[in-house]
């Protein structure tokens, strides 16, 4: 069946061919269709990533808060991993100083590909989150934390998620 057109007076009609350009119409067509596609899926899915409409939390499922995670490798270019007791040192001098009201560390293994090598790289890891208010001072927080440990253990990133949530304590 050919693909109809609108025209002035509303009735559809056959595209004719070069409707839109000449022997490529088809292509154009196509292309159009696959950008206008295309933005009407960014235009839904990236909402997602910014916060949310409603900042109101139901009742019952306490405030409006951001949960944090940050991803710490251990291995250091040109000597050993960072150790437990190099780990604790930092939690207490640096995490806890920053999140005194508390947070959580999980252990782990994680992997990435190096972009000079394309290796994958393996190392252990921690990850710690945290739950913390939704204000500007809970981010200078953890971006402290993040420096620091870039700094200290050489490391080209700290890993961070943020996630909106409802939360209480």
């Known amino acids: 069946m050919p693909e109809l057109q609108p025209i002035a007076s509303g009735a559809p009609q056959p595209l004719r061919a070069g409707a839109f350009g000449g022997r490529n119409s088809r292509r154009c067509v196509s292309r159009r269709t696959a950008t206008v596609v295309f933005l009407l899926l960014a235009a839904a899915i990236l909402p997602s990533c910014s916060a949310p409409a409603d900042s109101v939390c139901k009742p019952g499922y306490g405030s409006p808060m951001l949960v944090f ?50 290796k994958t790289l393996r190392e252990q890891s921690y990850l710690i989150r945290v739950a913390l208010p939704d204000v500007p001072e809970s981010l200078a927080a953890v971006s402290r934390i993040r420096t620091q440990y870039q700094e200290r253990f050489r490391q080209e990133q700290v890993g961070m998620i943020v996630t909106h949530a409802c939360g209480t304590f």
């Open 69 to 118: 995670d940050l991803l710490f490798g251990r291995a250091v270019a040109g000597r050993a991993d960072v150790s437990d007791r190099e780990w604790r040192v930092f939690l207490d001098d640096t995490v806890t100083l920053n999140l005194p009201n508390g947070y959580t560390v999980h252990e782990g293994y994680g992997a990435w590909m190096s972009p000079v090598s394309r």
